[in-house]
């Protein structure tokens, strides 16, 4: 069992920046792609971005391209979002997912892992 912890999240104004953090306990993080989803009240869980087990690949949703940022280090098993230029639309709880042996996904039903959510606030 993987368990994935999100943090950095809360609130912030418009134009201004967030960096979100996921841990993970999988022994093989290395082997495994990740994603980050979010979810607005209301709405159905989104995918905002992901990248592959090798940092090779990254993919974005359109919304977020030139804006956010995906990376990992797989020596701390962790991945990274940061968030720059924040509008009010972002506004949502943020989850990070956990693909096994997989390049990256942009459909969340393709992930194995779920951490429990963060909530990022972009004031207007």
């Known amino acids: 069992q993987v368990q994935l912890v999100e943090s950095g999240g809360g609130l912030v104004q418009t134009g201004g920046s967030l960096r979100l953090s996921c841990a993970s306990s999988a022994r093989t993080f290395s082997n495994v792609a990740m994603g980050w989803f979010r979810q607005a009240p209301g709405k159905e869980r989104e995918f905002v971005a992901a990248i592959s087990w090798n940092d090779a690949i990254t993919s974005y949703t359109d919304s977020v391209k030139g804006r956010f940022t995906i990376s990992r280090d797989n020596s701390k098993n962790t991945v990274y979002l940061q968030m720059n230029s924040l509008k009010p639309e972002d506004t949502a709880v943020y989850y990070c997912?956990?693909?096994?042996?997989?390049?990256?996904?942009?459909?969340?039903?393709?992930?194995?892992?779920w951490g429990q959510g963060t909530q990022v606030t972009v004031s207007s």
């Open positions: 997912a956990a693909a096994r042996g997989a390049i990256y996904y942009t459909r969340a039903d393709l992930y194995n892992y």
